[in-house]
């Protein structure tokens, strides 16, 4: 099998991914740009497939015209990024398999970048409640990508719950599937609220126009009169074959359910979002530097702890498309400018200009502190645990529960993540703790004193799903007719 060499890599499709790559095309790289969707955009700008194009696309979208601009480059669809292959002095060897995912011909490219851009965006987070594995309840991101990508309503009652400015969009696309939303409820109260976006308002200047979004999003509210309630959660789902009420309750600033104040409504359907986990199986397989909060570590220039690996968007840390855009180009860039100048002279290149003016360092900074009030505002609260009953299910691959992982922690004696991984089968299902991940690690953080290895929960060996024929077709490639 050849191997391709490309100046830049650029993994990941999204406004991140598009802003890198157009960036270092244009500082004169050779690109190779890829995604493992079929079509580029991310979960942002998430769009009707072009052979049933919606009517005009744009009013659908908040920067619609910036992605029409950067989706007109060479992308590599379907391509699925399966095992980063380190070295000591250059960026990893990535393994792809390009193909539709649940096919069975997909082809193995192999990519060995001079320099690599990862842009692969963020999980949803939704935290677990006694019911939310019941048909029915939905991630809000989930609920929005069958709005955008299919106009599929999820339901006809339907509740959107959880926490940060993302579920004010989700609701505006329920909408315009013909959903009736019964209400918005964010978790942190008034007075968190305010403190977070009263604060040096001066600041909120360059990200102005942020406004405008947001009044388009409480116009559809109030035009639909659908309620919008803070201090608020969803702290259980009824249902037997599927879900048919909530129950909402109260929260003190801590999160934890306030007594008496308990109601049920009835509802077919429930969004969830407590906010984003950056995706770093990819990061993490190449040896990059993560800070505690699991995030890529980069410096001003987006350049990671490997050499000629940089990275952009929300695997740098939760911050929105505005930032992921800002970062992007930076990282593109920097890229570039490793990949194009001498080795003498890459040594140099984590903090040299490498093209970036002030302007743009300036977006990034704006958006980053955009991203920090944000973080204040909706963050989640320790208090959530308080939702939990000891048969509420945590990790739904192997029905592991709450109990179960308490029981663990106290049977064991162990403060080792991977042990108790083990022993309680909590992330070893098929989604590889994708969704459970972080709450099993804050789980058995808090029943063992302190995790001694927290973290682990992102590293696998295999960074996607492959199946074993197409392993040992990469292993034996003269064999794989």
């Known amino acids: 099998m050849s191997v391709e060499t ?44 072009a052979e049933r194009p919606a009517a005009d696309e744009r009013v659908l979208h908040h920067g619609w015209d910036k992605f029409t601009a950067l989706r007109g480059q060479e992308l590599l669809t379907d391509a699925q990024v399966w095992l980063a292959e380190r070295h000591d002095d250059r960026p990893p060897t990535l393994h792809v398999l390009v193909g539709p995912a649940d096919g069975n011909e997909r082809t193995p490219r192999t990519f060995a970048p001079k320099a690599l851009v990862l842009a692969t965006g963020a999980y949803e987070r939704t935290l677990p409640f006694p019911g939310w594995d019941l048909p029915g309840v939905f991630t809000a991101g989930a609920a929005q990508a069958l709005a955008k990508a299919e106009r599929i309503a999820v339901g006809r009652r339907v509740l959107v719950a959880g926490a940060g400015p993302f579920l004010l969009p989700v609701a505006s696309s329920l909408l ?38 947001l009044a388009g999003y ?14 608020t959660a969803v702290i259980a789902a009824h249902g037997t074959d599927r879900v048919t009420a909530v129950t909402v309750a109260r929260l003190d600033p801590e999160w934890a359910p306030v007594p008496g104040t308990e109601r049920r409504l009835d509802v077919d359907a429930v969004c969830v979002s407590h906010g984003f986990v950056p995706r770093t199986e990819l990061a993490v397989s190449a040896g990059c530097g993560l800070d505690a909060y699991g995030a890529v570590v980069t410096d001003e ?25 800002a970062e992007g180009v930076i990282a593109g860039l920097a890229a570039a400018n490793a990949a194009t100048t001498s080795a003498a002279s890459t040594s140099a290149a984590g903090t040299a200009n490498v093209g970036v003016t002030e302007e743009q360092r300036r977006a990034r900074r704006d958006n980053q502190r955009f991203a920090d009030r944000l973080e204040r505002a909706h963050g989640i609260r320790p208090g959530w645990a308080g939702w939990l009953g ?21 049977a064991t004696g162990s403060r080792g993540l991977r042990s108790l991984k083990l022993s309680t089968r909590a992330g070893l299902g098929v989604c590889q703790g ?29 960074a996607a799903f492959v199946r074993m024929g197409e392993l040992a077709a990469a292993n034996h490639p003269e064999e794989s007719a």
């Open 176 to 213: 315009r599937t013909g959903a009736g939303v019964v209400g918005v409820f964010e978790a942190n109260g008034w007075s968190r609220l305010r403190k977070a976006w009263t604060a040096r308002p001066a600041e909120l200047l360059s990200t102005r126009h942020k406004a405008g979004e």
């Open 434 to 462: 994708r969704v459970c991940g972080r709450t099993v690690e804050e789980l058995l953080h808090r029943h063992t004193g302190g995790l001694l290895d927290p973290g682990r929960t992102a590293s696998r060996p295999l």
């Open 301 to 325: 220039n987006g350049r990671t702890s490997v050499p000629g690996v940089y990275a952009a968007g929300e695997i740098t840390g939760i911050g929105g498309a505005d930032l992921a855009l």
């Open 6 to 49: 490309p100046d830049v890599l650029v993994v990941g499709a999204g406004p991140a991914g598009l802003a890198a790559a157009d960036a270092a095309r244009r500082a004169g790289a050779q690109v190779v740009l890829l995604d493992a969707a079929g079509d580029a955009g991310g979960q942002y700008w998430r769009h009707l497939p």
């Open 218 to 231: 409480v116009r559809d509210l109030a035009r639909n009169r659908i309620p919008y309630r803070t201090g």
């Open 390 to 410: 000891d048969d509420t299910v945590v990790c739904r691959c192997e029905e592991v529960t709450a109990g179960d992982l308490k029981a663990g922690a106290a």
